[in-house]
């Protein structure tokens, strides 16, 4: 009987849980360090290896996406793009790295183009980068993450990481999205 | 207050589901890669060790303790400080050996593994194999050489997580060649 029992507990039954477990610092950067240097060695440059810490912060993205939405909007998902990106720039900034993100900025130029900056990140915090590996920025991952929390939410979307004011998170959205927000 | 909305925040913390989430997403690129149970084993082992050694500094900057003068010593400071100031848990110390050189880190919940069941065809592997690459490295920085493995394994199905910690021997700082 008791075995019985153990298989039919899956893990989708065990609570949430509240959230907010805390974890030193340390731990995180040392963890991540090591990532980035198993990436390392398997690529043979800059952008491929921006491109495989984008899809580790994909893995992460896709389940923080559920994670969040069942938490702290009340399983309610967000339909408009605008209360979209606030909600990451806030809420999800802020329950991932402590703090809401510095800004958020539309582009001038073109209609699709978010910009999320952050002059201090988490992740770069420990993190020099040599003069050879020219533009390389370890916050690919949180575009990665920030990405999958994109697409997950049915926003199409580019999201890259640039060295400009700190640390810039561009989000390129795709033209369906755009023309579906005009229709809501 | 003087202190802006950014500063108080505690830049020594970190939310831990980023943290469970991340390691899981390095498992499972792992997995991708190697396709083999005790290959990936191997490689977390190899990047906790990588990790172990930069902690120990890490752990003895912050926390001020000395040298431990025998094994249970150390034992009970993994587990009430290196654990708590790292993952936040404080396993339980058991199974001594007769000897006193053998014992058992005991993990209920671990911060490795929230979120994370194993599918079935995968029961060779150790999901938090890092923790042993992590806790062998730092030993051996401070001259204990220690064999460390699971024993039990929740993701496993076994009630609780299980470290065996056994004490090889201790290493002596080799004196370069040409100096005696």
Redesign the interface.
Known sequence: MASIN?QKT??LDKPL?K??????????A??????V??CQN?VYSVSELQTKLS???Q??GT??LD?LFVREKGYKRETKLLNMLLFIKNNFWK?????EADRLEHSNDDEKTYYIIETEH?VNRYISVPKDKGKLNCAAFTAGIIEAVLNGANFPAKVTAHWHKGTTFMIEFDESVLARDKMV | MSRQ??RG???????????S??????V??LLK?YEDDEEVNK?LEK?GY??GV??IE?FLARSNVGRCNDFRETADVISKLAFK????IQPVVSNWSAAGDEFSLLIENN?LT????LPPGHSQLNFSN?LCGVLKAALEMVQMEVDVRFVQDTLK?DNITEIRLKFVKRLEDAVPVGED
Do not use: C, W
């Open positions: 153990k899956s893990i849980g959230g907010k477990p805390e974890i030193n610092a340390a731990t995180f040392l963890l991540f360090s090591e990532m240097q198993y398997r899809e580790l912060g893995h992460v389940h923080m994670l329950t991932l790295f402590g703090k988490l | 909305g950014t925040v505690d830049l020594r913390k970190v939310n831990g589901e980023l943290f989430l991340t390691y899981g997403a390095l499972a690129q890669d490689q990047m990588n990790i930069r902690l890490d100031m790292y993952l936040g911060p929230d979120f994370v069941e890092i199905g």
